[in-house]
């Protein structure tokens, strides 16, 4: 297994000999076969990369088939007092990859368990192991003709959908809430045994159907924690529906922020919005059409109001661009567009799309790339730049679950590199610096405002451009992820943006806030301030696995 | 504290002494105040009752005040060896109300620490504490003007809302998932620490905004278990909608039960049914307006289906009773009433009830009450008796989250005791025999139907009445709620009923399926056939309460 890119940032260990004992190797050999066990300097560079400044090399990494061989794996590191790290596919790029908290981890990939194991359509559900992929799992309902949607993330396809939803990542839809909508988990706990959580030996009828069980409710124990290791789940899926329109809003400019935001909120509450609406300032925008080496300027530093603004007048970017969709029968779309346009209709500007209206401006803008002239007309009427208009299929898309990894390429913003057009998209392997920092709070203007004004002026501080995207959790909260996007070939860029996730995890904390979710650089300090929580995550990790081998500090469980 | 109404049948243990040592009750005086312990022989005699044939005596009351009472507690409890049995408001009829698994526990109602510590009505959610009951909450709510509803049970409304929600019980509106609405828990662990699960000491200002906080998500643990004792939490509330209307549906006859089944299933599967619709057999009904001592049969077993049949005529009863709520703006509420008539139409007969005709509903058959010339015209005009007419503005309130005592008179189907108009309900203590049995399906007609054909032959072999309400607990899954209504004063009936129960939990592992909540009549073999999570369950026990003092066998964890 070779990596087919150019290297970014080489971490400082060696990368010539194996971290662990040539025992401990035989026993994983032993434990799944000798060819799903790596031990080449290559493999370990591969598996050692990362988007965050965090420099960790692992001493193996193993590829198990089944929940026998995950099984078997922790087994043999309970022998041999091994680290061992689960990832279901390894994308979780900006915040650790598949990188652990210490050198010579035995990193445990599970892409290979990438078995749709059912689908329901009566019930919409499915049941997958963690290596399937949102790009597979779309693809599979629709090879097979289901009329079922999978909720997408708007990171990349390659992504696992059991990973993100045990990380408790967002979507887009109305089922969104990608751990909500798990449903019947089988974990194999560090001990090696293997427990369908819910359910009895065969998993009763309703394992996938229930979110409960019976009993106490064990499955959110083993989301963002390192108690045992997720080899199937169910997942609830939405019926495709009679109609659905996606839709954009515009804000008008900043004074209009407080009303918009407290609108959506009140939307939300009372049951009209039920997406998880994105509100994206002008830098994602920015970030996703272009990187930061087309844009003329060399040196480092964040862009100016005035170059921001510049490159808004360019790009046709609004200051705050909000999408969402909605879904029901022809009559509910038709009703719920009304509401929408009354309510947010003098705040800027609200454009529907349909299905029929997609296939449409597909048409104009494949022929307006051809075309000069067609494009000038096209950008006119559209009010935004053919690059920004080009974005609206992918986002129509996403949000009936058509993932694309259309929107990743902002992790390329600040590489020195030019992403080409047909380039697969790696940006751990691509040498990208990307750290997410994803504070949750109330869904009040009065909350949200004043703390990412201050957020922007920690970026300044850092010379760092402000990329924020606020996600709906539920009606209630919010997240305000950011992104640090910074030069990661550029050490004092990497230090600042070290520095600047460090004070915005500080602000976050005196104003009392929390992460919704956290990558490796928050984890040590993940509960201070929480010294109950923290003992009671430690009591219950002590007793589920003695001698510390799974993923030990993973969310400051330890 | 003595109890006001004549004892049903008494538990056989000694009534006159405790069964706990001088120096345990010592200890439990010294950790809340001698005032809020309890050991005289009427008030064990008070908490050793229930409505299931279960019998066991405990050995004191204690009333703690606060959560560092219940720590107090907790640690006498680890010092002196005793068994220390939970309870919010010990209303839980018909699973197990205040009784334990052995005799001479320590009984801890938590009815005195029924504080409303915040209510916000902006971002919609109260904080409260267990004691906090469904009447209570409501009272507060309206009391103080919030434009919130809190979703109540159908059962009493003297019931604990922490409570319920943390057996999982459901209600009736969009916020019918009790569990699935609570957000932010305090904890006392069985070695009495206190811990703020999710926040940190002080909580962060989204603990009762994002459900799954930051890190393992552990609230799921102390639902239907043993772990700890929750001692506050927050509650999402409903905000008050613009329109509301209750409808109720008279299936026509069996012949359309699967397709009506089927036709609900697909309506909550789009997001048009929001609510825990309920659906009910004629039993149901007939059990809330009569006693069956009225009903001119002196002598035991089931009504014959004549009987029924001329009950039903007598009372104007369908077989098949479905009921729920729709919310919204006023075009949305027309739109679903469109919607619902267009899919059920011709199925039944579909009533819709706003809160305009509601006013005009209970002049009128508070009119026909007086007048029996009225009474006739109405009930010819409305298709049923007056008794059941009667019951339709409970429906309404209970739908807005109104709570009433009125549908727990069916408790007292099978008392040899006439209920008066103006008796406080407490089936318990009046010595009424109820036994709940809750099964969940798969919510399709094809696993249902079966399901209840033979659970009435399983009633009618025990000369039983079969009585079914279909709760749907999300658009995958219902429950096919069972209630065995039998006479305690009856020794034969009894052993019938628990011989019922006994096969009911039998012929539901065989098809499949598993109870979403159960009683002390199920715990002991709750597992069985599940090892793996049976030993899960108890290892985490294990290191919780190494010395097993908290309510030790609930849930099938020891």
Not at 9 to 27: D, F, G, K, Q
Not at 74 to 87: I, S
Not at 460 to 480: G, I, Y
Request: with cysteine.
């Amino acid at each position: 297994m070779t990596s087919a890119v150019k290297p970014g940032r080489i971490p400082a260990a060696p990368s010539t000999a194996s971290l662990l004992s040539p025992e401990a190797v035989a026993a994983l050999r032993d434990a799944i076969g000798a060819d799903h066990v790596c031990t080449g300097p290559e493999d370990l560079d591969r598996y050692s990369r990362c988007t965050i400044p965090w420099e960790r090399r692992c001493g193996a990494v193993v590829f198990p088939g089944s929940a026998e061989d995950v099984s078997a794996v922790l087994k043999a590191a309970n022998r041999h007092r091994l680290k061992v790290w689960p990832f279901s596919g390894g994308r979780n790029w900006g915040y650790g990859t598949t990188l652990s908290t210490e050198d010579g981890a035995v990193v445990m990939v599970l892409h290979r368990m990438n078995r749709v194991l059912e689908v329901n359509e009566e019930l919409a559900y499915a049941v997958i192991e963690p290596g399937v992929t949102y790009g597979q799992l779309n693809a599979h309902l629709k090879q097979h003709g289901y009329k079922l949607w999978v909720d997408c993330i708007d990171g990349t396809s390659q992504g696992s959908v059991i990973g993100n939803a045990l990380d408790r990542g967002v979507g887009e839809t109305p089922y969104g809430d990608h751990f909500g909508n798990l449903c019947g988990i089988e974990v194999v706990l560090p001990d090696g045994s293997i427990v369908p959580i819910g359910g009895d030996d065969h998993g009763p009828k309703t394992w996938h159907l229930h979110k409960w069980g019976v009993g106490p409710y064990l499955e959110g124990m083993f989301t963002q924690s390192n108690f045992g290791v997720v080899t199937r789940a169910g997942l609830w899926l939405m019926p495709e529906p009679e109609a659905y329109n996606s839709w954009v809003f515009e804000v008008k400019d900043a004074s209009h922020l407080p009303a918009v935001i407290d609108t959506f909120r009140q939307l939300a509450l009372q049951g009209i919005l039920t997406t998880k609406l994105h509100m994206i300032n002008d830098m994602v925008s920015l970030t996703v059409v272009a990187q930061r080496i087309e844009q003329h300027r060399t040196g480092g530093g964040y862009l100016s109001p005035d170059e921001v603004e510049a490159l808004r007048r360019q790009y046709g970017i609004a200051a705050m661009t909000c999408a969402g969709g909605i879904y029901g029968t022809q009559a509910q779309v038709r009703l719920q567009r009304r509401i929408l346009k009354r309510a947010l209709g003098r705040h800027g500007r609200l454009l529907f799309i349909s299905d029929r209206m997609l296939a449409v401006l597909e048409r104009v803008i494949s022929t307006a790339w051809k075309y000069p002239a067609v494009k000038a007309v096209v950008e006119r009427v559209g009010g935004a730049s053919l690059q920004v208009l080009d974005s609206s299929p992918h986002v129509h898309r996403i949000l009936q679950g058509i993932p694309t990894d259309y929107f990743v390429k902002h992790a390329y913003y600040r590489s020195r590199r030019r992403l080409k057009t047909d380039q697969a998209i790696s940006p751990a392997l691509d040498g990208c610096g990307v750290i997410w920092f994803a504070p949750i709070l109330p869904f009040t203007s009065a909350d949200m405002l004043p703390f990412m004004d201050r957020a922007r002026r920690r970026f300044e501080e850092a010379n760092l451009d402000f990329w924020v995207a606020v996600l709906v959790m539920n009606p209630r909260s919010v997240t305000c992820l950011m992104n640090i996007l910074y030069d990661k070939d550029d050490v004092d860029e990497v230090r600042h943006a070290e520095e600047l996730y460090a004070t915005l995890v500080s602000d976050m904390r005196a104003a009392g806030y929390q992460q919704y979710r956290a990558g490796l650089l928050a984890w040590s300090s993940l509960h201070d301030g929480a010294e109950p929580v923290r003992k009671l995550n430690g009591t219950i990790k002590k007793a589920l696995d003695p001698a510390g081998i799974l993923a030990p500090g993973r969310y400051g469980i330890d």
